[in-house]
């Protein structure tokens, strides 16, 4: 019921921001405002279709919100109706990611080879392209501090990213960050239509307004320039999504923008017990920039107090959160209310493992059961072939990773291969290699001579995590950057994976256990829908959820805040915003597990504790020391 101007609600963790959206349209509607006049933006479809059935709810005479949805819906309708004003006639053509993949696959092809076969993967290159546009840098100022693998290209970045500009409009294609630009473009160049859409977006409302990229409020500034009325709902203590553009800054700054603002914090917590509150709270007060703000619990009784859980390694952390989940369920709770929780996917491994080997079902939503992960495959392959030099899959893995191999090509290989008596030296043999695609023969010879020095490795007694490493250093990191989209994160999965078969030895009691342990999560996951399952994710990924009981993975230095963090205090801040999110997703139960040593990043060092848990202190935590041997 704010009056109008501009308004910021601070909505703290579990306050019911969506409620507060959905009562203040239906006020504005109840009071006589035309639906057409209300801009309600959101940051996914599923927000905007729980608005609006809330709304159809709360009316006596239910009226749908005609300009409601995400910036990218908003945006392609202004641009269909406005886009001819500039250069964009009819309906263009949005194109996918997919769609823009090979669009820019279809550029690179005009390029040298050498330059073709040393660049990274496509997808690496649209991630840059993304984020330049919507943070409105330039791309190769970019490069040093998110794409490495792209800084040999500097220099040919922004004549690449012209020319896929100008493919587009050769082809009147459009893609998601069109959708934006344009829109900005309209209302930056057209006075007329600035002036016409100030006017028909009388009150403009934000959810998640955290979220917003630099795009994004420029586009909103703009529209709400002559009348103020922006009403922005947020948390900046949630703000966990800068990789993707979004500008904690447009947040802490409204009011400056905005003198005239009104501020109402929302910080009734309608989920989590009184000591989960307690601890969120001190956590977030070591952030320099902040707006003030205090959860407090809607229930003011009980709770237990959340739990730091000290263990001798990342192995006794699995065994202690498998085993607590398994005696839970055989209490009688629903897996479905237990979450794991992670900083980084690869620290998930572990836990992965010993969940199925107890059969507790369980789903990563953090993307791709670890053996289902395309690198993890690649290393198998490999590793495979030393057991079974004729496996024609693993063959055929590796060999249509080489540019020029297709399908025809490896079976022809294959086939050729059967006839030789060893068919890693067979790959390098010229009678072979004459039958092969020319640009593809000297990579075909590498990957012999890569299988023969593997070998050669494994009968001398090399582990089956020393052989991993041997396939990464013998070639595959290249193959790893060349053909894998953020090869960073795969090459940490690929040395915790090392790391953890460093005592193994029996390769063919190991691949024997692999399809094991496949089989037992299929085991475990059939016959069970998304309540039966434990729920593992990175914590990005888990925002907005909630489940009775959270374990927290790996709070060490390095792993959580992140080594990568540490250098910069604004990464280090949104490090701390994230350990925020991740302990509000508990209702009841919060568990901090701190293993004392780590296999996860392929070193199997000492870990020091993260800093987190000495800025909060020990009174708001009760500790418990675990070992997996007492099982």
Same mark, same amino acid.
């Given at each position: 019921?704010?009056?109008?101007?501009?308004?910021?609600?601070?909505?703290?963790?579990?306050?019911?921001?969506?409620?507060?959206?959905?009562?203040?349209?239906?006020?504005?509607?109840?009071?006589?405002?035309?639906?057409?006049?209300?801009?309600?933006?959101?940051?996914?479809?599923?927000?905007?279709?729980?608005?609006?059935?809330?709304?159809?709810?709360?009316?006596?005479?239910?009226?749908?919100?005609?300009?409601?949805?995400?910036?990218?819906?908003?945006?392609?309708?202004?641009?269909?109706?406005?886009?001819?004003?500039?250069?964009?006639?009819?309906?263009?053509?949005?194109?996918?990611?997919?769609?823009?993949?090979?669009?820019?696959?279809?550029?690179?092809?005009?390029?040298?080879?050498?330059?073709?076969?040393?660049?990274?993967?496509?997808?690496?290159?649209?991630?840059?392209?993304?984020?330049?546009?919507?943070?409105?840098?330039?791309?190769?100022?970019?490069?040093?501090?998110?794409?490495?693998?792209?800084?040999?290209?500097?220099?040919?970045?922004?004549?690449?990213?012209?020319?896929?500009?100008?493919?587009?409009?050769?082809?009147?294609?459009?893609?998601?960050?069109?959708?934006?630009?344009?829109?900005?473009?309209?209302?930056?160049?057209?006075?007329?239509?600035?002036?016409?859409?100030?006017?028909?977006?009388?009150?403009?409302?934000?959810?998640?307004?955290?979220?917003?990229?630099?795009?994004?409020?420029?586009?909103?500034?703009?529209?709400?320039?002559?009348?103020?009325?922006?009403?922005?709902?947020?948390?900046?203590?949630?703000?966990?999504?800068?990789?993707?553009?979004?500008?904690?800054?447009?947040?802490?700054?409204?009011?400056?923008?905005?003198?005239?603002?009104?501020?109402?914090?929302?910080?009734?917590?309608?989920?989590?017990?009184?000591?989960?509150?307690?601890?969120?709270?001190?956590?977030?007060?070591?952030?320099?920039?902040?707006?003030?703000?205090?959860?407090?619990?809607?229930?003011?009784?009980?709770?237990?107090?959340?739990?730091?859980?000290?263990?001798?390694?990342?192995?006794?952390?699995?065994?202690?959160?498998?085993?607590?989940?398994?005696?839970?369920?055989?209490?009688?709770?629903?897996?479905?209310?237990?979450?794991?929780?992670?900083?980084?996917?690869?620290?998930?491994?572990?836990?992965?493992?010993?969940?199925?080997?107890?059969?507790?079902?369980?789903?990563?939503?953090?993307?791709?059961?670890?053996? +289902?992960?395309?690198?993890? #495959? =690649?290393?198998?392959?490999?590793?495979?072939?030393? @057991?079974?030099?004729? $496996?024609? %899959? /693993?063959?055929?893995?590796?060999?249509?990773?080489?540019?020029?191999?297709?399908?025809?090509?490896?079976?022809?290989?294959?086939?050729?291969?059967?006839?030789?008596?060893?068919?890693?030296?067979?790959?390098?043999?010229?009678?072979?290699?004459?039958?092969?695609?020319?640009?593809?023969?000297?990579?075909?010879?590498?990957?012999?001579?890569?299988?023969?020095?593997?070998?050669?490795?494994?009968?001398?007694?090399?582990?089956?995590?020393?052989?991993?490493?041997?396939?990464? +250093?013998?070639?595959?990191? #290249? =193959?790893?950057?060349?053909?894998?989209?953020?090869? @960073?994160?795969?090459? $940490?999965? %690929? /040395?915790?994976?090392?790391?953890?078969?460093?005592?193994?030895?029996?390769?063919?009691?190991?691949?024997?256990?692999?399809?094991?342990?496949?089989?037992?999560?299929?085991?475990?996951?059939?016959?069970?829908?998304?309540?039966?399952?434990?729920?593992?994710?990175?914590?990005?990924?888990?925002?907005?959820?909630?489940?009775?009981?959270?374990?927290?993975?790996?709070?060490?230095?390095?792993?959580?805040?992140?080594?990568?963090?540490?250098?910069?205090?604004?990464?280090?801040? +949104?490090?701390?915003?994230?350990?925020?999110?991740?302990?509000?997703?508990?209702?009841?139960?919060?568990?901090?597990?701190?293993?004392?040593?780590?296999?996860?990043?392929?070193?199997?060092?000492?870990?020091?504790?993260?800093?987190?848990?000495?800025?909060?202190?020990?009174?708001?935590?009760?500790?418990?020391?675990?070992?997996?041997?007492?099982?």
């Amino acid at each position: 019921m704010a009056p109008d101007g501009p308004s910021l609600v601070l909505a703290g963790a579990g306050s019911g921001k969506t409620r507060v959206l959905t009562h203040r349209v239906a006020y504005l509607l109840e009071k006589g405002v035309p639906s057409h006049r209300i801009l309600v933006l959101t940051f996914t479809k599923k927000a905007s279709r729980v608005m609006q059935t809330r709304l159809a709810d709360l009316l006596s005479t239910p009226q749908a919100l005609i300009w409601s949805g995400t910036f990218h819906h908003v945006g392609y309708r202004l641009i269909r109706e406005f886009g001819v004003r500039i250069g964009i006639s009819g309906a263009p053509t949005v194109i996918d990611r997919e769609d823009q993949i090979d669009l820019l696959k279809s550029l690179l092809d005009q390029f040298p080879e050498a330059t073709r076969k040393a660049f990274p993967p496509t997808a690496t290159f649209l991630n840059a392209i993304s984020l330049s546009n919507n943070l409105g840098s330039e791309i190769g100022d970019l490069v040093y501090d998110r794409f490495h693998s792209l800084i040999p290209f500097r220099d040919e970045l922004p004549m690449l990213m012209k020319t896929y500009e100008d493919r587009k409009r050769e082809f009147r294609f459009l893609d998601f960050d069109d959708l934006l630009l344009f829109w900005l473009r309209l209302l930056e160049t057209d006075p007329e239509v600035l002036s016409l859409l100030q006017n028909r977006f009388r009150f403009i409302l934000v959810d998640e307004y955290q979220d917003t990229n630099p795009l994004q409020s420029r586009i909103l500034d703009l529209l709400a320039k002559s009348h103020g009325s922006l009403f922005v709902v947020g948390d900046d203590s949630q703000s966990i999504y800068s990789f993707r553009g979004a500008h904690v800054e447009n947040i802490l700054t409204f009011s400056d923008r905005y003198p005239e603002t009104r501020i109402f914090r929302l910080e009734t917590n309608y989920r989590s017990t009184p000591p989960i509150l307690d601890l969120a709270n001190r956590i977030i007060q070591s952030n320099e920039r902040r707006l003030d703000k205090t959860l407090r619990p809607f229930f003011t009784e009980g709770g237990e107090v959340p739990v730091r859980v000290n263990l001798y390694s990342d192995s006794d952390q699995a065994h202690f959160i498998a085993s607590t989940i398994g005696n839970m369920i055989d209490r009688g709770v629903s897996p479905g209310e237990i979450a794991v929780l992670y900083r980084s996917h690869f620290l998930s491994l572990p836990v992965q493992f010993e969940l199925a080997r107890r059969k507790i079902p369980f789903g990563v939503t953090s993307g791709l059961r670890f053996y +289902e992960q395309a690198h993890i #495959k =690649d290393i198998l392959s490999h590793l495979r072939l030393l @057991e079974n030099p004729q $496996d024609p %899959l /693993s063959l055929n893995r590796l060999l249509r990773m080489i540019p020029k191999v297709g399908n025809r090509s490896s079976e022809k290989i294959i086939g050729l291969l059967r006839e030789t008596s060893d068919p890693f030296e067979g790959l390098q043999e010229e009678t072979l290699l004459g039958k092969s695609p020319a640009a593809a023969r000297d990579s075909i010879r590498k990957l012999g001579k890569r299988m023969v020095a593997l070998r050669k490795a494994y009968q001398d007694g090399m582990s089956i995590g020393g052989l991993v490493m041997e396939v990464l +250093e013998s070639g595959y990191r #290249k =193959d790893l950057y060349d053909l894998r989209e953020n090869p @960073e994160d795969r090459e $940490d999965d %690929l /040395s915790a994976f090392a790391e953890q078969l460093s005592g193994q030895t029996d390769l063919a009691n190991f691949l024997g256990e692999i399809t094991l342990l496949e089989n037992l999560e299929e085991i475990a996951l059939s016959g069970t829908n998304d309540y039966e399952r434990v729920n593992l994710s990175t914590i990005h990924q888990a925002k907005g959820l909630e489940w009775n009981t959270v374990f927290v993975l790996s709070l060490n230095e390095g792993l959580f805040p992140s080594e990568r963090s540490l250098e910069r205090q604004g990464d280090l801040e +949104e490090e701390r915003r994230l350990f925020y999110v991740a302990t509000t997703r508990a209702r009841r139960d919060l568990y901090l597990c701190v293993p004392e040593s780590s296999t996860s990043r392929g070193r199997g060092e000492f870990l020091y504790p993260s800093r987190f848990l000495s800025e909060i202190g020990e009174e708001f935590v009760r500790e418990q020391r675990y070992e997996a041997w007492h099982l």
